[in-house]
């Protein structure tokens, strides 16, 4: 989003690489085959390298705008008295949408802890440095005063039962280990969120266990949805898809 004061950076900038990478073999190999005169593959190879650059243009623009509008609009329907708790906030890109939509209400973004291996490796080692980096972006958005951090195992919560209005979270589940790790994660995001209060996971493959585990905890209203094109990583068999649950 434009008026965007923080510094979020790229969601997994390798994958970016890669397709831009590919893109530019492509484009090589078109060029060598009309140089040969192969002109069926170089139309191949032309189409080829379109879509790929196609690709990564979606990933830029879901990484820089799209994820942002879409929880923008999820977050409007908040008004502004709830607590709310964001599982693997990494550098706040979500954690501070909702804080800014807060007056009287608080943010808290947990890091997710490095846990006797269970968290997979691109998660280790980051939570020290994404808090300092979340903290910067939180003053620069000028939502400091309502944002707390702490680094817990997103399988054991350190808060009390029904102790949130809102529980979401952005893509960070599926960095747990195992289907068993995540559903756990489940059980502890529903265990602190208050009767009648909203869950939001987003996730690009786990959802339909997140619903199923959701419907097994007693969740009322639970649906699970596609965000659409400005949450796709690339296309369609990278898409992101929401959890929607209310705890009775």
Not at 148 to 160: E, I, K, M
Request: glycine fraction near 10%; hydrophobic fraction near 45%; charged fraction near 25%.
């Amino acid at each position: 989003m434009g008026n965007r004061r923080g510094k979020y950076g790229l969601d997994a900038p390798w994958a970016l690489a890669r397709l831009v990478l590919g893109a530019l073999l492509l484009l090589a190999l078109m060029l060598v085959s009309f140089a040969s005169d192969v002109v069926m593959a170089g139309v191949v190879f032309l189409a080829g390298a379109c879509y790929t650059f196609a690709s990564a243009a979606s990933h830029l623009h879901t990484t820089l705008r799209g994820r942002f509008a879409v929880w923008k609009e999820e977050l409007a329907r908040l008004d502004g008295h709830e607590n709310v708790l964001d599982l693997g906030c990494g550098r706040g890109a979500v954690l501070l949408l909702a804080a800014g939509r807060l007056t009287s209400g608080h943010a808290t973004g947990v890091h997710a802890a490095r846990a006797r291996g269970r968290i997979r490796g691109r998660a280790r080692g980051r939570s020290r440095s994404d808090e300092a980096v979340t903290r910067a972006n939180a003053e620069a958005e000028g939502v400091r005063d309502r944002v707390h951090q702490v680094t817990a195992d997103l399988r054991d919560l350190p808060f009390g039962d029904e102790e949130f209005d809102v529980v979401l979270s952005a893509l960070a589940l599926r960095d747990l280990s195992g289907a068993a790790a995540r559903e756990q994660a489940v059980r502890e995001a529903y265990r602190v969120v208050r009767p009648g209060g909203l869950l939001l996971l987003a996730d690009l493959q786990h959802t339909p266990a997140y619903e199923a585990a959701l419907r097994g905890l007693g969740a009322r209203d639970v649906r699970a949805r596609d965000l659409g094109r400005r949450y796709w990583y690339g296309g369609p068999w990278l898409r992101t898809c929401m959890v929607e649950a209310r705890k009775p």
